[in-house]
């Protein structure tokens, strides 16, 4: 006995797969574009980490924001780095090591809560320590 023929059923047309919530992926990466914009000129608030952020979630709402950030020139490297390698520069684990050692001794002098002092500082450590365990790019 043979088994029918279907041909009541077209082939599927291989696109590339959506996205859920694309929408949301989008907001996430301009919001996050954004904030790291305003850390460039605000003291104590990262650019780099928000600028990461924003490369990830436009690799999954936009792919035109996406290859804007790898293509620019001062941010590019550091998001080809990060998500080839998870790398981070020397120059960047300094830089980063100093604003946070800055923000907390300003944290010191300013903060009259003693927990909030030290639950930020011992944050802010946790970070650089975690910073600094990361892997340097291969052209260092």
Known sequence: MTLPESHDVPAAPVARPTVRFRWAWWLLAYVSLGT??????????????????????????SERLHNRLLQHPQFGPVIRNWQA?????RKGKW????????????????VPVAWVKW??????????????TRPLPPDA
């Open 36 to 61: 790291g914009i305003v850390g460039i000129f605000v003291p104590g608030l990262p650019t780099t980490v928000f600028i990461l952020i924003a490369a990830w979630a436009a690799s999954r709402g």
């Open 85 to 89: 390698h998870g790398a981070v520069s």
């Open 95 to 110: 830089m980063a090591t100093l604003t946070m050692a800055v923000c907390a001794g300003i944290m010191l002098w300013c």
């Open 119 to 132: 639950l930020s500082i011992g944050c802010m450590a946790a970070v650089a320590v975690w910073l600094w």
